[in-house]
């Protein structure tokens, strides 16, 4: 029977193939998956606010748009991964209430995603799959074998390799 690291809102987690690695129920939430091929490493770390300074409690590294991307690229290469082998996807980032949402600030998947991909611009490293945006929910397997993300929403599955 195959092993699922299970990653929780706020989290990291690492794991090694022949593990799969799964991000649940993201809403707004974005999970920033990133995979090293050669040793076959994954993390996923699941974000749920674009900025640490919207926090009083910002110890949670994994939490904030723009210190999660750091912090699992630490955990990566402790586990062996190579920065320049690693390969970065983003999924979620949906608006679960777009119809009610006037102000902006409220928006927070759109607000996660761009305080993500700025940490990744920052970092050097280039985003090479998406399954972000629209309005409904979605959760990501890391198949840490082949590093292939399989992206599941109620209309259906994609999958991202």
């Known amino acids: 029977m195959e092993e699922v690291v299970k990653v929780g809102m706020a989290e990291l987690k690492i794991a090694r193939a022949p593990k799969k690695i ?15 091929p050669e040793v076959k490493v994954g993390g996923i770390v699941h974000v749920m606010l674009p900025s640490s300074s919207m926090a009083t409690d910002n110890q949670n590294r994994a939490k904030f748009g723009d210190t999660a991307l750091p912090f699992l690229l630490e955990e990566m290469t402790k586990a062996g991964a190579k920065f320049e082998r690693l390969d970065v996807k983003l999924v979620g980032g949906a608006e679960m209430f777009a119809n009610e949402i006037k102000n902006e600030r409220l928006k927070i998947g759109e607000r996660n995603l761009q ?24 959760s990501v397997t890391m198949d840490l074998e082949s590093g292939t993300i399989q992206v599941r929403t109620i209309n259906g599955t994609v999958t991202l390799s």
């Open 22 to 36: 799964a991000a649940l129920g993201l809403g707004s939430c974005i999970a920033i998956c990133v995979y090293d």
């Open 115 to 138: 305080a993500i991909e700025e940490s990744c611009k920052k970092m050097g490293l280039k985003v090479s799959g998406r399954c972000v945006g629209s309005n409904t929910g979605k």
